[in-house]
Protein backbone atom coordinates (compact mmCIF):
# COMPACT_ATOMS: atom_id res chain seq x y z
CA UNK A 1 0.00 0.00 0.00
CA UNK A 2 1.24 3.68 -0.62
CA UNK A 3 1.04 6.04 1.66
CA UNK A 4 1.61 9.82 1.07
CA UNK A 5 4.19 10.39 3.50
CA UNK A 6 5.97 6.69 2.93
CA UNK A 7 5.93 7.66 -0.91
CA UNK A 8 9.51 7.45 -2.60
CA UNK A 9 11.16 10.30 -4.11
CA UNK A 10 11.62 10.03 -7.63
CA UNK A 11 13.01 13.44 -8.40
CA UNK A 12 14.59 16.75 -6.67
CA UNK A 13 10.49 18.18 -7.38
CA UNK A 14 9.24 15.08 -5.91
CA UNK A 15 11.23 15.69 -2.72
CA UNK A 16 9.79 19.26 -2.47
CA UNK A 17 6.10 18.25 -2.14
CA UNK A 18 6.63 15.61 -0.10
CA UNK A 19 8.62 17.97 2.25
CA UNK A 20 5.78 19.92 2.25
CA UNK A 21 3.29 17.26 3.27
CA UNK A 22 5.67 16.35 5.88
CA UNK A 23 6.25 19.59 7.50
CA UNK A 24 2.90 20.34 7.82
CA UNK A 25 -0.09 19.14 9.83
CA UNK A 26 -0.05 15.47 10.09
CA UNK A 27 -1.37 14.03 12.94
CA UNK A 28 -3.60 15.68 16.08
CA UNK A 29 -0.74 15.90 17.64
CA UNK A 30 0.48 18.58 15.44
CA UNK A 31 -2.25 20.68 16.20
CA UNK A 32 -0.99 21.30 19.63
CA UNK A 33 1.81 23.68 17.78
CA UNK A 34 -1.00 26.35 16.08
CA UNK A 35 -1.72 29.34 17.68
CA UNK A 36 -5.19 28.20 18.95
CA UNK A 37 -6.74 28.85 22.02
CA UNK A 38 -6.70 26.55 24.82
CA UNK A 39 -10.48 25.45 24.05
CA UNK A 40 -10.48 25.53 20.34
CA UNK A 41 -7.02 23.41 20.51
CA UNK A 42 -9.48 20.42 22.35
CA UNK A 43 -12.35 21.33 19.97
CA UNK A 44 -9.55 20.73 17.11
CA UNK A 45 -8.60 17.59 18.64
CA UNK A 46 -11.76 16.08 19.16
CA UNK A 47 -13.16 17.07 16.09
CA UNK A 48 -9.83 15.44 14.13
CA UNK A 49 -10.45 12.28 15.99
CA UNK A 50 -14.12 11.94 13.67
CA UNK A 51 -12.50 13.71 10.01
CA UNK A 52 -8.56 13.29 9.78
CA UNK A 53 -6.42 16.42 9.62
CA UNK A 54 -3.60 16.74 7.29
CA UNK A 55 -2.73 20.57 6.08
CA UNK A 56 0.49 20.92 3.68
CA UNK A 57 2.63 23.49 5.06
CA UNK A 58 2.36 25.87 1.74
CA UNK A 59 -1.68 25.52 3.11
CA UNK A 60 -0.87 26.76 7.01
CA UNK A 61 0.94 29.26 5.70
CA UNK A 62 -1.59 31.39 4.22
CA UNK A 63 -3.81 31.21 7.24
CA UNK A 64 -3.87 34.55 9.09
CA UNK A 65 -4.19 33.68 12.80
CA UNK A 66 -5.18 37.26 13.82
CA UNK A 67 -8.24 36.54 11.81
CA UNK A 68 -10.68 34.01 13.80
CA UNK A 69 -12.61 33.93 10.67
CA UNK A 70 -10.15 33.52 8.02
CA UNK A 71 -11.29 31.74 5.36
CA UNK A 72 -8.44 29.47 4.74
CA UNK A 73 -8.22 28.36 8.21
CA UNK A 74 -12.55 27.56 7.81
CA UNK A 75 -11.50 25.30 5.53
CA UNK A 76 -9.15 22.40 7.62
CA UNK A 77 -8.87 23.68 10.83
CA UNK A 78 -11.19 21.38 12.69
CA UNK A 79 -13.66 23.14 15.27
CA UNK A 80 -16.51 22.25 17.81
CA UNK A 81 -19.46 22.82 15.22
CA UNK A 82 -18.10 19.98 12.54
CA UNK A 83 -19.15 17.49 15.90
CA UNK A 84 -22.86 18.83 16.09
CA UNK A 85 -24.77 16.72 13.66
CA UNK A 86 -28.28 18.40 12.21
CA UNK A 87 -30.87 16.06 11.05
CA UNK A 88 -31.31 15.78 7.41
CA UNK A 89 -27.36 15.42 6.75
CA UNK A 90 -25.97 12.10 5.45
CA UNK A 91 -23.24 9.87 5.43
CA UNK A 92 -23.31 8.96 1.72
CA UNK A 93 -24.63 13.00 0.52
CA UNK A 94 -24.41 11.78 -3.06
CA UNK A 95 -24.91 8.68 -3.21
CA UNK A 96 -21.44 7.17 -4.05
CA UNK A 97 -21.89 3.84 -2.61
CA UNK A 98 -25.82 2.98 -4.10
CA UNK A 99 -23.97 3.11 -7.40
CA UNK A 100 -21.16 0.78 -6.77
CA UNK A 101 -20.94 -2.13 -8.83
CA UNK A 102 -17.83 -3.11 -7.76
CA UNK A 103 -14.88 -1.90 -5.07
CA UNK A 104 -13.37 1.52 -5.46
CA UNK A 105 -15.77 2.82 -8.51
CA UNK A 106 -19.19 4.20 -8.90
CA UNK A 107 -21.05 3.78 -12.00
CA UNK A 108 -24.65 6.88 -11.97
CA UNK A 109 -24.15 7.92 -15.38
CA UNK A 110 -24.02 5.80 -18.45
CA UNK A 111 -21.02 7.46 -20.32
CA UNK A 112 -18.68 8.00 -16.95
CA UNK A 113 -17.55 6.27 -14.24
CA UNK A 114 -15.73 7.78 -10.64
CA UNK A 115 -12.32 5.74 -9.84
CA UNK A 116 -11.21 5.86 -6.32
CA UNK A 117 -7.72 5.04 -6.79
CA UNK A 118 -7.25 6.26 -2.91
CA UNK A 119 -9.09 7.26 0.12
CA UNK A 120 -6.54 9.47 1.28
CA UNK A 121 -5.69 13.11 0.58
CA UNK A 122 -3.06 15.64 0.46
CA UNK A 123 -5.19 18.27 2.63
CA UNK A 124 -8.56 17.02 4.58
CA UNK A 125 -10.97 19.83 4.49
CA UNK A 126 -13.85 20.19 6.87
CA UNK A 127 -16.38 20.13 4.29
CA UNK A 128 -15.48 17.12 2.53
CA UNK A 129 -18.67 15.34 1.15
CA UNK A 130 -17.00 11.95 1.04
CA UNK A 131 -15.45 12.67 5.09
CA UNK A 132 -17.40 9.34 6.12
CA UNK A 133 -15.56 6.95 3.21
CA UNK A 134 -12.45 8.88 4.05
CA UNK A 135 -12.50 7.73 7.78
CA UNK A 136 -14.65 4.69 7.06
CA UNK A 137 -12.44 2.71 4.23
CA UNK A 138 -9.21 5.27 4.25
CA UNK A 139 -7.18 2.80 2.12
CA UNK A 140 -4.73 4.00 -0.02
CA UNK A 141 -3.47 2.69 -3.78
CA UNK A 142 -2.43 -0.86 -4.52
CA UNK A 143 -2.76 -2.11 -8.09
CA UNK A 144 -4.49 -5.65 -7.04
CA UNK A 145 -7.59 -2.95 -5.36
CA UNK A 146 -8.26 -1.63 -8.55
CA UNK A 147 -8.31 -4.58 -10.55
CA UNK A 148 -12.24 -5.66 -10.32
CA UNK A 149 -12.64 -1.42 -11.12
CA UNK A 150 -10.46 -1.36 -13.95
CA UNK A 151 -12.08 -4.87 -15.43
CA UNK A 152 -15.41 -2.82 -14.98
CA UNK A 153 -14.48 -0.32 -17.17
CA UNK A 154 -13.11 -2.98 -19.76
CA UNK A 155 -16.33 -5.00 -19.78
CA UNK A 156 -18.52 -1.70 -20.32
CA UNK A 157 -18.01 0.17 -23.92
CA UNK A 158 -20.52 2.99 -23.12
CA UNK A 159 -18.56 4.43 -20.83
CA UNK A 160 -16.12 7.13 -22.26
CA UNK A 161 -15.32 9.23 -19.05
CA UNK A 162 -13.23 7.76 -16.20
CA UNK A 163 -13.12 10.35 -13.17
CA UNK A 164 -10.23 10.44 -10.66
CA UNK A 165 -11.41 10.94 -7.67
CA UNK A 166 -11.15 10.07 -4.27
CA UNK A 167 -9.78 10.91 -1.69
CA UNK A 168 -7.30 12.41 -3.80
CA UNK A 169 -5.36 10.72 -7.13
CA UNK A 170 -2.74 13.73 -6.90
CA UNK A 171 -1.37 12.86 -3.36
CA UNK A 172 -0.39 9.19 -5.55
CA UNK A 173 3.55 9.35 -6.37
CA UNK A 174 4.04 9.63 -10.42
CA UNK A 175 4.63 5.71 -10.50
CA UNK A 176 1.27 5.22 -9.23
CA UNK A 177 -0.60 7.67 -11.41
CA UNK A 178 1.40 6.57 -14.67
CA UNK A 179 0.48 2.58 -14.01
CA UNK A 180 -3.35 3.91 -13.59
CA UNK A 181 -2.97 6.01 -16.52
CA UNK A 182 -1.37 3.29 -18.74
CA UNK A 183 -3.90 1.25 -17.50
CA UNK A 184 -6.99 3.20 -18.67
CA UNK A 185 -5.44 4.41 -21.94
CA UNK A 186 -5.12 0.57 -22.97
CA UNK A 187 -9.08 0.65 -22.60
CA UNK A 188 -10.49 1.65 -26.14
CA UNK A 189 -13.55 2.71 -25.89
CA UNK A 190 -12.07 5.51 -23.30
CA UNK A 191 -12.03 8.59 -24.70
CA UNK A 192 -11.08 11.17 -21.41
CA UNK A 193 -9.34 11.52 -18.30
CA UNK A 194 -10.69 13.26 -15.72
CA UNK A 195 -8.51 14.45 -12.43
CA UNK A 196 -10.48 16.13 -9.59
CA UNK A 197 -8.30 17.52 -7.26
CA UNK A 198 -7.11 20.36 -4.26
CA UNK A 199 -3.47 19.67 -4.63
CA UNK A 200 -3.10 22.46 -6.89
CA UNK A 201 -4.80 24.36 -4.53
CA UNK A 202 -3.16 23.15 -1.09
CA UNK A 203 -0.17 21.67 -2.32
CA UNK A 204 1.21 23.13 -5.54
CA UNK A 205 4.53 21.94 -5.64
CA UNK A 206 3.49 18.74 -6.37
CA UNK A 207 2.59 19.43 -10.05
CA UNK A 208 5.87 18.70 -11.26
CA UNK A 209 7.24 17.81 -14.48
CA UNK A 210 7.26 14.29 -13.88
CA UNK A 211 4.08 14.32 -12.79
CA UNK A 212 2.45 15.83 -16.30
CA UNK A 213 5.05 13.10 -18.32
CA UNK A 214 2.68 10.74 -16.53
CA UNK A 215 -0.09 11.89 -18.57
CA UNK A 216 0.80 12.34 -21.63
CA UNK A 217 -0.60 10.27 -23.94
CA UNK A 218 -3.74 8.92 -26.47
CA UNK A 219 -6.36 10.71 -23.92
CA UNK A 220 -7.49 13.68 -23.49
CA UNK A 221 -6.75 14.63 -19.46
CA UNK A 222 -8.65 17.18 -17.95
CA UNK A 223 -8.03 18.37 -14.49
CA UNK A 224 -10.54 19.59 -12.18
CA UNK A 225 -8.75 21.99 -9.61
CA UNK A 226 -11.22 23.25 -6.34
CA UNK A 227 -10.29 26.17 -5.68
CA UNK A 228 -12.66 28.28 -3.05
CA UNK A 229 -11.34 31.67 -2.62
CA UNK A 230 -8.89 33.88 -4.02
CA UNK A 231 -6.07 34.27 -1.33
CA UNK A 232 -6.11 30.44 -2.00
CA UNK A 233 -4.78 31.40 -5.97
CA UNK A 234 -0.76 32.26 -5.37
CA UNK A 235 2.24 32.11 -7.07
CA UNK A 236 2.85 28.34 -6.19
CA UNK A 237 -0.53 27.79 -7.70
CA UNK A 238 -0.18 29.97 -11.28
CA UNK A 239 3.13 28.15 -11.92
CA UNK A 240 1.49 24.64 -11.34
CA UNK A 241 -1.65 25.74 -13.23
CA UNK A 242 0.64 26.91 -16.10
CA UNK A 243 2.73 23.44 -16.43
CA UNK A 244 -0.92 21.48 -16.62
CA UNK A 245 -1.99 23.98 -18.87
CA UNK A 246 1.54 23.53 -21.10
CA UNK A 247 0.88 19.90 -20.89
CA UNK A 248 -2.11 20.12 -22.75
CA UNK A 249 -4.84 19.60 -19.78
CA UNK A 250 -8.08 20.96 -20.02
CA UNK A 251 -8.47 22.79 -16.61
CA UNK A 252 -12.12 23.23 -14.62
CA UNK A 253 -12.71 24.49 -11.34
CA UNK A 254 -15.64 23.25 -9.16
CA UNK A 255 -16.27 25.50 -5.67
CA UNK A 256 -18.13 24.92 -2.76
CA UNK A 257 -20.27 27.56 -1.20
CA UNK A 258 -18.93 27.66 2.11
CA UNK A 259 -20.91 30.30 4.82
CA UNK A 260 -18.14 32.70 5.91
CA UNK A 261 -15.92 31.48 3.12
CA UNK A 262 -16.84 32.93 -0.23
CA UNK A 263 -20.77 33.64 0.56
CA UNK A 264 -20.38 37.09 -0.62
CA UNK A 265 -20.46 38.60 -4.49
CA UNK A 266 -17.16 40.40 -3.78
CA UNK A 267 -15.69 37.00 -2.44
CA UNK A 268 -16.99 35.13 -5.52
CA UNK A 269 -16.25 37.66 -7.70
CA UNK A 270 -12.61 38.09 -7.30
CA UNK A 271 -12.55 34.31 -7.37
CA UNK A 272 -14.19 33.52 -10.36
CA UNK A 273 -11.83 36.62 -12.01
CA UNK A 274 -8.95 35.11 -10.68
CA UNK A 275 -9.63 31.81 -12.09
CA UNK A 276 -10.08 32.89 -15.51
CA UNK A 277 -7.69 35.94 -15.72
CA UNK A 278 -5.06 34.88 -13.72
CA UNK A 279 -4.85 30.90 -14.09
CA UNK A 280 -6.49 30.19 -16.91
CA UNK A 281 -8.77 27.67 -15.13
CA UNK A 282 -12.47 28.07 -16.34
CA UNK A 283 -14.91 27.86 -12.95
CA UNK A 284 -17.19 25.22 -14.30
CA UNK A 285 -19.45 24.32 -11.52
CA UNK A 286 -20.25 26.16 -8.15
CA UNK A 287 -21.53 23.84 -5.38
CA UNK A 288 -24.14 24.56 -3.28
CA UNK A 289 -23.15 23.11 0.19
CA UNK A 290 -23.77 18.92 0.68
CA UNK A 291 -25.29 17.51 3.29
CA UNK A 292 -22.47 16.14 5.18
CA UNK A 293 -22.63 15.78 8.25
CA UNK A 294 -21.26 18.63 10.90
CA UNK A 295 -21.66 20.94 7.87
CA UNK A 296 -24.81 22.97 8.80
CA UNK A 297 -22.89 25.63 9.86
CA UNK A 298 -21.39 26.52 6.33
CA UNK A 299 -23.87 26.07 4.47
CA UNK A 300 -26.38 28.69 2.82
CA UNK A 301 -29.81 28.57 2.03
CA UNK A 302 -30.62 27.53 -1.57
CA UNK A 303 -31.91 31.68 -2.12
CA UNK A 304 -28.67 32.80 -0.86
CA UNK A 305 -27.09 30.95 -3.43
CA UNK A 306 -29.36 32.20 -6.40
CA UNK A 307 -28.99 35.30 -5.39
CA UNK A 308 -25.18 35.40 -5.62
CA UNK A 309 -25.08 33.98 -8.60
CA UNK A 310 -27.45 36.19 -10.21
CA UNK A 311 -25.44 39.25 -8.85
CA UNK A 312 -22.70 37.47 -10.51
CA UNK A 313 -23.96 36.77 -13.87
CA UNK A 314 -24.46 40.94 -13.65
CA UNK A 315 -21.15 41.72 -13.25
CA UNK A 316 -19.16 38.60 -14.86
CA UNK A 317 -18.63 37.62 -18.56
CA UNK A 318 -20.02 34.16 -19.67
CA UNK A 319 -17.16 32.26 -19.52
CA UNK A 320 -16.01 34.05 -16.24
CA UNK A 321 -19.45 32.12 -14.36
CA UNK A 322 -20.12 29.13 -13.07
CA UNK A 323 -23.26 26.88 -12.99
CA UNK A 324 -24.94 26.90 -9.55
CA UNK A 325 -25.50 23.06 -8.99
CA UNK A 326 -26.51 20.74 -6.20
CA UNK A 327 -25.58 17.48 -6.06
CA UNK A 328 -28.64 15.38 -5.44
CA UNK A 329 -28.85 12.20 -2.65
CA UNK A 330 -29.14 9.23 -4.00
CA UNK A 331 -27.46 9.91 -7.46
CA UNK A 332 -29.67 12.10 -8.81
CA UNK A 333 -26.70 14.09 -10.13
CA UNK A 334 -25.10 17.54 -10.31
CA UNK A 335 -28.81 20.08 -11.20
CA UNK A 336 -28.24 23.39 -12.54
CA UNK A 337 -30.58 25.66 -9.39
CA UNK A 338 -29.60 28.98 -10.42
CA UNK A 339 -32.03 31.73 -10.62
CA UNK A 340 -34.49 31.10 -13.43
CA UNK A 341 -34.99 34.51 -15.79
CA UNK A 342 -38.37 33.25 -17.64
CA UNK A 343 -41.09 35.10 -15.55
CA UNK A 344 -44.10 34.19 -18.04
CA UNK A 345 -44.55 32.45 -21.36
CA UNK A 346 -47.91 32.43 -23.94
CA UNK A 347 -47.32 30.40 -26.85
CA UNK A 348 -44.81 31.29 -28.47
CA UNK A 349 -44.61 35.04 -26.52
CA UNK A 350 -42.02 34.92 -23.53
CA UNK A 351 -41.08 37.48 -21.06
CA UNK A 352 -37.58 37.20 -19.68
CA UNK A 353 -36.02 39.42 -17.25
CA UNK A 354 -32.37 40.93 -18.65
CA UNK A 355 -29.38 40.87 -16.62
CA UNK A 356 -29.99 44.33 -15.56
CA UNK A 357 -33.91 43.50 -14.01
CA UNK A 358 -35.54 44.86 -16.86
CA UNK A 359 -38.31 42.48 -18.38
CA UNK A 360 -38.35 42.24 -21.82
CA UNK A 361 -40.73 40.29 -24.57
CA UNK A 362 -39.10 37.78 -26.57
CA UNK A 363 -40.97 35.96 -29.36
CA UNK A 364 -39.94 33.37 -31.21
CA UNK A 365 -39.61 33.23 -35.12
CA UNK A 366 -38.93 29.39 -36.09
CA UNK A 367 -39.46 28.43 -40.05
S1 LIG B 1 -9.32 16.88 -1.01
FE1 LIG B 1 -11.41 16.39 -1.73
S2 LIG B 1 -11.80 14.29 -1.02
FE2 LIG B 1 -10.04 15.10 0.16
S3 LIG B 1 -10.93 15.96 2.01
FE3 LIG B 1 -10.76 17.65 0.52
S4 LIG B 1 -12.77 17.68 -0.48
FE4 LIG B 1 -12.59 15.67 0.54
Known sequence: MT????????????????????????????????PLSLGERAAAQEAAAHHKVRIPKPYLDLIDWNDPADPIRAQVIPSAEELVATEGELDDPIGDHAYSPVPRLTHRHADRVLLFPTYQCAVYCRFC????????IGRGYTSEALEPALAYIADHPEIREVILTGGDPLSLPDKALAEIFTRIEAIPHVRLLRIH???PVALPSRITPGLVEALQGRLMVSVVTHFNHAREITDAAEAACRTMRQAGCVLLNQSVLLKGVNDSVEALEELCRELMYR???????????????????????????????EALRARLSGICNPTYVIDLPDGGGKVPVGPCHVEAREGESWRIRGLDGEVRDYTEVVG
Open 197 to 199: TRV
Open 3 to 34: NLEDAPATDIADTTWQDDVRAGVRHVRDLASL
Open 129 to 136: FRKESLTA
Open 279 to 309: LGVKPYYLHHGDLARGMAHRRTTIRQGQALV
